[in-house]
T-cell receptor, first 118, second 114 residues
Framework: AQKVTQAQTEISVVEKEDVTLDCVYETRDTTYYLFWYKQPPSGELVFLIRRNSFDEQNEISGRYSWNFQKSTSSFNFTITASQVVDSAVYFC???????????????FGKGTKLSVKP | KAGVTQTPRYLIKTRGQQVTLSCSPISGHRSVSWYQQTPGQGLQFLFEYFSETQRNKGNFPGRFSGRQFSNSRSEMNVSTLELGDSALYLCASVKGDRFSHEQYFGPGTRLTVT
């Protein structure tokens, strides 16, 4: 069975602090994809990043960075120098790569609510 | 490039009624997926459509159905509404080729069943 666990339900930080959001996944597939989405209060899920199972290279995009480790089945997300605008719910998601022609579906974690206070 | 649009944005219905939600994907995207988001269950996959065919279905009762039109627009229908159907319904658009895996979401339709 596929599963995504985001153990941190809520995190509160003060602006400019660094914060790491944890994501642990379970899958038996050899090919899979991992995602992070941001959901601001408006409700729309905003795509942040996708990683493929065969590419463990970490990625940095501005203040955002992602650490993918297959050995621990983790795909953690770090925000450096957090800002108030980073306040949102962040979701980690998993998708199997073994769906033939289908795009398959995303398995989401329960989300981590990040509050950044000024 | 216009994003995914969903209509209506808000709906209030009573138990027993039925409802139809609409989703227009990003231009050129051929696959549409639907998700239900509730505080208790989180984000759950409903179904996926590609070229007017349902390719994948989540674990929801038959009251939940959908379809896709030749222009890739999709609708989902919920019949005999129950209080537990109150949720944010999100539609996601995917390019549809074997190399595109990102799902781009619309703003959602917030359904309240009273």
């Amino acid at each position: 069975a596929q599963k995504v666990t985001q153990a941190q339900t809520e995190i509160s930080v003060v602006e400019k602090e660094d914060v790491t959001l944890d994501c642990v996944y379970e899958t038996r597939d050899t090919t899979y994809y991992l995602f992070w989405y941001k959901q601001p209060p408006s409700g729309e899920l905003v795509f942040l990043i996708r990683r493929n199972s065969f590419d463990e290279q970490n990625e940095i995009s501005g203040r955002y960075s992602w650490n993918f480790q297959k050995s621990t089945s983790s795909f953690n997300f770090t925000i450096t120098a957090s800002q108030v605008v980073d306040s949102a719910v962040y979701f980690c998601a998993l998708k199997s790569g073994n769906y033939g022609g289908s795009q398959g579906n995303l398995i989401f974690g329960k989300g981590t609510k990040l509050s950044v206070k000024p | 490039k216009a994003g995914v649009t969903q209509t209506p944005r808000y709906l209030i219905k009573t138990r027993g009624q039925q409802v139809t939600l609409s989703c227009s994907p990003i231009s050129g995207h051929r696959s549409v997926s639907w998700y239900q988001q509730t505080p208790g269950q989180g984000l759950q996959f409903l179904f996926e459509y590609f070229s007017e065919t349902q390719r994948n279905k989540g674990n929801f009762p038959g009251r939940f159905s959908g379809r896709q039109f030749s222009n890739s627009r999709s609708e989902m229908n919920v019949s005999t509404l129950e209080l537990g159907d109150s949720a944010l319904y999100l539609c996601a658009s995917v390019k549809g080729d074997r190399f595109s895996h990102e799902q781009y979401f619309g703003p959602g339709t917030r359904l309240t069943v009273t």
